[in-house]
């Protein structure tokens, strides 16, 4: 059994990430702020046969990412896969004009020392699980390549964290652990041939599986 971490697992791209590892016999450790939501979350995917716990974490104090990975690698097994997903709050999306110092704490946090916090939390467990089966997924919607001048905070930190994931994947790549990013420019749409959370969980699993490239970007690709 192998496990898939899911930080900002909803029960949208979250849950549909969920239900398409798990039928590849993924246990999958929801990571998520309520731990009522989770538990009702990994309630769902049980009835469909997914074998989900959640584990609680604010992704902005790095010390609860650490404890809930920690958690999850004890009840679950070594993290094969972790997926940063969070959805971003509405607060960060402001107007250039109108963003001051104090309104990037929230995202930088958010975008940057939180996965920092994730991946030095699981590389060690997949270097231990051999080559080429470790893998880091970040996803992120268009402002993270093209940034919007009504989203500031998620402009400017989605950009640190695509460039952290893209040092990432040039070095852990060279130690058989794929990182790569999915960007999703516009919103997440139910019954889209591109962007239903279905069609996206695919991707992401297309992306641990070939391992030949850090970036898609939907609807460009
Ligand atoms: N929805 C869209 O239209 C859209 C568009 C483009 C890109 N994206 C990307 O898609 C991903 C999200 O997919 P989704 O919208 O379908 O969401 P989802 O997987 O249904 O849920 C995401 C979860 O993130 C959790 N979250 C938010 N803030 C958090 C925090 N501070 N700490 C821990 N967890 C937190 C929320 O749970 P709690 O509130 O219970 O903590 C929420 O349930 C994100 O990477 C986002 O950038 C979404």
């Known amino acids: 059994m192998t496990t898939l971490a899911i930080i900002g697992a909803g029960s949208g791209l979250g849950a549909a990430v969920a239900r398409r590892f798990g039928a590849e016999g993924f246990s999958v450790a929801l990571i998520s702020r309520n731990q009522g939501r989770l538990d009702a979350l990994a309630d769902e995917l049980g009835k469909d046969g997914v074998y989900a716990r959640g584990f609680v974490a604010d992704v902005r104090s790095p010390t609860s990412i650490a404890s809930a990975l920690e958690q999850a690698t004890e009840a679950l097994g070594p993290i094969e896969v972790l997926q940063y997903s969070p959805l971003p709050q509405k607060d960060f ?129």
């Open 93 to 221: 999306m402001r107007p250039v004009l109108e963003t001051m110092p104090a309104d990037l704490v929230g995202p930088v946090e958010f975008s940057i020392y939180g996965p920092v916090a994730a991946v030095h939390q699981v590389v060690p467990g997949m270097r231990f699980l051999g080559e080429n089966r470790g893998t880091i997924l970040f996803v992120n919607g268009g402002s993270a390549t093209t940034p919007g001048r009504n989203v500031t905070g998620t402009s400017v930190a989605f950009a640190g964290q695509a460039a952290y994931a893209q040092l990432l994947n040039e070095v852990l790549g060279e130690q058989g652990i794929q990182v790569s990013q999915l960007i999703i420019p516009g919103k997440i749409e139910a019954g889209d041939p591109d962007k239903d959370p279905q069609a996206l969980a695919e991707r992401l699993w297309e992306l641990h599986t070939k391992r030949d490239r850090f970036r898609f970007t939907v609807g460009t690709d």
